[in-house]
């Protein structure tokens, strides 16, 4: 495989439930990022982690629980979210924090009942 | 803060060239990306400029001028599979991220 993958494409999900994103990338980069993708706003960084440890945190709510167990694995654990969580999540990853060019995964589209 | 901002549609012909603007307020500079999305897709990388002026490729090409906070996207020979959403992008002083800008959703009509 290539390139960013995530999992799973598609979740939905009730606000009492825990579930988890996945994403994996292939590059050999060390930065991996978080982003959400509303309708109608600018992508909204997550987080940012760079060689597993965090090296940003966009004021996310604590219903967002990111985890990076290696340089090639990015995980979003969610738990008990709220209908406006509702969106496309965006894994991405560079060469470095902040480097272009950014590669991203095909996100999943979660919804929230 | 930081703030960018682009048109939120334009409609170009096929075969025609359409240039998309992107100007930005930001603390620091670190660079301008330019990005395509498909819808359903994921966003790509379509060029970067550090320095001011042009960087073409095939047959795209962006421009920035750092004195103005301004860049633009330009796509040449325009072909119905451009139909997507192009996002500009800066790195600023907060050097470990990007900020995206809301999105120009491009539609190319016959």
């Known amino acids: 495989e290539t390139g960013v993958t995530q999992t799973p494409r598609h979740l939905v999900m009730g606000m009492t439930n825990k579930k988890s994103l996945k994403c994996e990338q292939h590059l050999g980069h060390n930065a991996m990022y978080w982003y959400k993708q509303s309708a109608k706003k600018p992508l909204e960084l997550m987080f940012v982690y760079s060689l597993e440890e965090r090296v940003e945190n966009n004021s996310v709510p604590s219903r967002f629980s990111p985890e990076c167990p290696n340089s090639s694995h990015l995980f979003l654990h969610l738990h008990t979210l709220q209908p406006e969580d509702s969106a496309l999540y965006l894994c991405a990853s560079s060469q470095a924090p902040g480097i272009q060019p950014q590669h991203f995964g095909d996100g999943t589209r979660l919804s929230i009942l | 803060g930081q703030s960018l901002e682009q048109p939120s549609e334009v409609t170009a012909v096929e075969g025609a060239i359409v240039q998309i603007n992107c100007t930005y307020q930001?603390?620091?500079?670190?660079?301008l990306s330019w990005y395509q999305q498909h819808d359903g897709g994921a966003p790509t990388f379509l060029s970067y400029n550090g320095l001011d002026g042009l960087e073409e490729t095939g047959r795209f090409s962006s421009f920035l001028s750092r004195s103005d906070s301004y860049g633009y996207l330009l796509l040449q020979e325009l072909q119905m599979k451009d139909s997507a959403s192009y996002f500009c992008a800066v790195r600023d002083q907060s050097y470990q991220k990007v900020t995206f800008g809301t999105g120009t959703k491009l539609q190319v009509i016959p």
């Open positions: 930001t603390s620091g500079f670190y660079g």
